[in-house]
DNA sequence: CTTATATACAACCATTTGGTTGTAGGTTAG
DNA sequence: CTAACCTACAACCAAATGGTTGTATATAAG
């Protein structure tokens, strides 16, 4: 009943993803991502790959940065960017943690169905619902 | 100088992949696929764990939805939401494309490191577009 | 039958997003 | 020094987001 207080620690790590998951959410933004990962390039280089304005490529850039996929570097006239993985490590663990707890559910239902006689896939059993739910 | 000229057939995907951390960048939504991955729960069940309108929670299934997080189904007069991990391990798994073409690099770079001589860190190496596009 | 519940959906609103152009300042090249 | 280049940033705009309320409809419960 609860469900959804997020402590204030966790409040802020929250915010922090949204920010991961809302900068990989755009294609070009990935391509940039990856653009920097292949090869440490200033913005104006990465903006050539792209038809749309600098200012665009700059935004995009923020945006990654913000979520800290990517940091900035001065050097010289130009600002070199460089992905930083750990973010994205972050993300990547996140969703595991997503399939993890997916996954247990599915051994608890397991755990269900191997007990003798429970064969009705519907019953109005209170503990709920014995879907397989095996989809794609 | 080409780039991000994704074919016909990337750029459908590129929209999944699109709709997917879009879906993910809302801390209620990921709140949502984890209840429904816990189990399997109609819509105002879930909307009663947020204090926001039961519209604004069937929004938010709704952009789940649109990414194949989550699927309905229609019970009796309730629509039951059930998880779709496999999207999930899609976005898990390319997360992981990333970082390994980040790792690549590094082993790359290794290997200039480990010529003898060869210091700079920085090669402007004009052979470029040593694009492995490991996507997905 | 009547009422309560679960959903669908439209209309509206404020804010954010993704793009543009324009201006200005710092840095490098000739 | 001057010109070209790279970046920063503001102002503006259309469209998408995340929320609201209100209305309608189908199903379940009494």
């Given at each position: 009943m ?6 204030s ?20 933004r ?45 050097r ?29 559910r ?28 095996t989809?794609?």
């Amino acid at each position: 009943m609860v469900v959804y207080k997020p402590s204030s620690r966790d409040r802020l790590e929250e915010a922090d993803i949204d920010r991961i998951f809302q900068a990989l959410a755009d294609a070009t933004r990935r391509d940039i991502l990856r653009q920097s990962m292949l090869r440490e390039q200033s913005v104006s280089e990465l903006a050539r790959n792209y038809s749309m304005s600098f200012a665009a490529v700059q935004k995009h850039v923020a945006v990654l940065e913000r979520a800290l996929l990517v940091t900035k570097e001065r050097r010289g006239r130009e600002q070199i960017v460089h992905s930083n993985p750990a973010a994205l490590r972050r993300a990547a663990r996140l969703l595991d943690a997503y399939e993890a707890l997916w996954r247990d559910r599915i051994d608890r239902l397991g755990d269900l169905l191997s007990e003798p006689g429970t064969e009705a896939p519907r019953p109005d059993t209170p503990g709920n619902d014995t879907r397989k739910d095996t989809q794609q």
